[in-house]
């Protein structure tokens, strides 16, 4: 499962947002030479966000956009689901099915189910932890570790 970059962008975008500290509205363009996004794409982006009430728009000189509550209370969730981004890792829909004559693959609920975690992770992390950078991915050698202690416990089992 890929994240588009609807998802992305607009979370980039919240978090510039959201690392503004001035209190003043931030002009779009500005976000855009900062965050290397096309500033009409941020512009279609940030209605779906002003619709969905989580940013808020300043008409005229000085304007641009706020975010519309603390950056603590909007979770990263709601940002991609503000721009319609799809949050599901299975291939089916629900009324079609995975195949064509509408029965379940035999993988459907393990997608299934990390679409859920994927769901939970993003509703645990608000703006402000991506702003004050407390989401930290894993480090390689944790990773390194990860992979030796699954491969000894493999072994051990197959003894």
Known sequence: MKLSTKGRYAVMAMADLGKSVTGK?????????????SLSYLEQLF?????????KS??????????????????????????DEPINATRC??????????ARCLT?????????????????????????RKVLGPRPDMIEAMIHAATTAEDIAAE
């Open 108 to 132: 459907h609920d393990l997608w299934q189910a990390l679409t859920y975690q994927i769901h939970l992770y993003l509703s645990s992390v608000t703006l402000a932890d991506v702003c004050e």
């Open 58 to 83: 300043v008409r005229g000189p000085g304007g641009g956009y706020l975010l519309s509550r603390g950056a603590r209370d909007i979770r990263i969730s709601d940002v991609i689901q503000a721009v």
């Open 47 to 55: 209605g779906k966000l002003r619709r969905a009430g989580l940013v």
């Open 25 to 37: 509205p931030v002009a779009l363009a500005d976000v855009a030479d900062r965050q290397e996004i």
């Open 93 to 102: 829909t629900e009324v079609e099915g995975c195949h064509s004559d509408k």
